[in-house]
């Protein structure tokens, strides 16, 4: 069973927690005003175990009981393809920019929505008031779904398609902060960042130069900050 309600009179908010940077900051910073509900959802990329790894020892970091923690698979996404994480057939763009402001091939076709279908559904039946998710408009330029419009749009949606009584909002307050401001705010809170994984290629090691990596390495260094994952 899942509680129905927080203990402590902080309201309840579910945190989607891929296991990456900036879901985890974004349960730090959740976590500083509600009791937090933890979703993952796997779907088949590549680095699906360790993400689940990563995720469980945040959610072990934060003390979150089985009770409020949600783990699902949706493996049609993997069948759907379209992305270099759920085709292996499809090469992980490297380290250099989307210079021609295409699509990245990392993107996962409309794969927020799907999450985020998941998450106001439980929001309805544990009575959660806010969810959370770490999009970032600023790093991500080129996904859709990482839009300030996109949210508007879902935000609308979730008003007219959930019970009446239900108060439920999408809540992306990383959204116009850089990588080396996420990882600064994820140190201002304490937020276990050595726990993370961010790799698009590989699981146990990180490549060090698929795009997401660039990111992370770019984001320590501007920061100031050691990353302690395992790199090639």
Excluded at 14 to 19: A, H
Excluded at 174 to 192: Q, R, T
Aim: glycine content about 4%; proline content about 5%; overall charge neutral.
């Amino acid at each position: 069973m899942v509680e129905s309600n927080s203990s402590d009179n902080k309201g309840l908010a579910i945190v989607l927690l891929s296991g990456g940077i900036d879901s985890c900051v974004t349960t730090a910073i959740a976590n500083e005003t509600h009791t937090v509900a933890l979703l993952h959802v796997g779907y088949s990329q590549r680095t699906q175990s360790q993400e689940y790894k990563s995720f469980r020892a945040i959610a072990n970091y934060y003390d979150v009981p089985e009770t409020r923690i949600l783990t699902t698979k949706l493996d049609y996404l993997r069948k759907i393809g379209g992305s270099s994480l759920t085709d292996p057939n499809i090469p992980v763009d490297k380290d250099k920019e989307n210079r021609n402001k295409q699509i990245p091939m990392s993107y996962v076709p409309f794969r927020n929505t799907h999450l985020l279908s998941i998450a106001v559904s439980w929001a309805e039946v544990i009575k959660a008031d806010k969810v959370y998710i770490g999009a970032v408009q600023q790093d991500s330029p080129d996904y859709p779904d990482c839009r300030s419009e996109y949210y508007d749009a879902f935000n609308r949606l979730v008003e007219v398609g959930t019970k009446p009584t239900t108060n439920i909002k999408v809540i992306t307050p990383l959204l116009n902060m850089n990588k080396s401001e996420i990882v600064k705010k994820g140190i201002e809170l304490a937020a276990p960042l050595h726990l993370t994984w961010s790799c698009y290629e590989n699981n146990v090691i990180a490549c060090g130069k698929c795009q997401s990596c660039t990111l992370r390495l770019k984001a320590f260094a501007d920061a100031g900050i050691e990353d302690k994952i395992p790199y090639i």
